[in-house]
């Protein structure tokens, strides 16, 4: 996982944290994109990665994380658990 995949997770679990766990809207996440400065190339790539990898779900309403996304996150986080996910 680059740095960009990396700072663009630990965004995303903290804002979706802060919203009691609901997805982004593509604005939103569109927001976030350029706030962490990712060029829109790279950014898409990241997302398609990202869903490849089955860390987050793109619907037509936004952007959330997956189970496994919102552990990969909150292990890399430090907090451990989150919710009903464990992370070991």
Known sequence: MTDTS???????????????????????????????????????????????ERLVSVTFGGLSLTPEGRALAAKMDGTGTRGSVEVQ
């Open 6 to 52: 990396r700072a663009f997770l630990r965004a995303l679990y903290s804002i979706e944290d802060s919203k009691g766990g609901t997805l982004l809207s593509h604005d939103e996440v569109n927001e976030l994109g350029e706030t962490l400065r990712i060029p829109r190339t790279e950014f898409l790539e990241v997302i398609d990665k990202m869903q490849l």
